[in-house]
Nanobody
């Protein structure tokens, strides 16, 4: 079992930046694809970013590409989401998630393919 704990959320003005962190327990973190998702009030949860187990590949949807950067430090069992040029539409609860299929070559954007989830951290962007 892997436990994920997000931190770094908060209130920021439009155009500002935040960096989210997700700390993972367990020795197998370095073998997992990691993802970030978000859920705004009244909306379904949506994919935000994902990173391969080695950190060499990343993937983003068009809505955040060029503004968000996912990275990981396997020595610290932590994955990060750097969010720049934030917009009010980025307001949501942000969740990190782990795909437990070790050393998987595919980076998935499908929510159901992630096995472990954190409790979420609120990000609010004011206009």
């Amino acid at each position: 079992q892997v436990q994920l704990v997000e931190s770094g959320g908060g209130l920021v003005q439009a155009g500002g930046s935040l960096r989210l962190s997700c700390a993972a327990s367990g020795r197998t973190f370095s073998s997992y694809v990691m993802g970030w998702f978000r859920q705004a009030p009244g909306k379904e949860r949506e994919f935000v970013a994902a990173i391969s187990w080695s950190g060499g590949r990343t993937y983003y949807p068009d809505s955040v590409n060029g503004r968000f950067t996912i990275s990981r430090d396997n020595a610290k069992n932590t994955v990060y989401l750097q969010m720049d040029s934030l917009k009010p539409d980025d307001t949501a609860v942000y969740y990190c998630a782990a795909d437990r299929r070790a050393f998987r070559r595919v980076i998935t954007i499908v929510e159901s393919e992630y096995d472990y989830w954190g409790q979420g951290t609120q990000v609010t962007v004011s206009s």
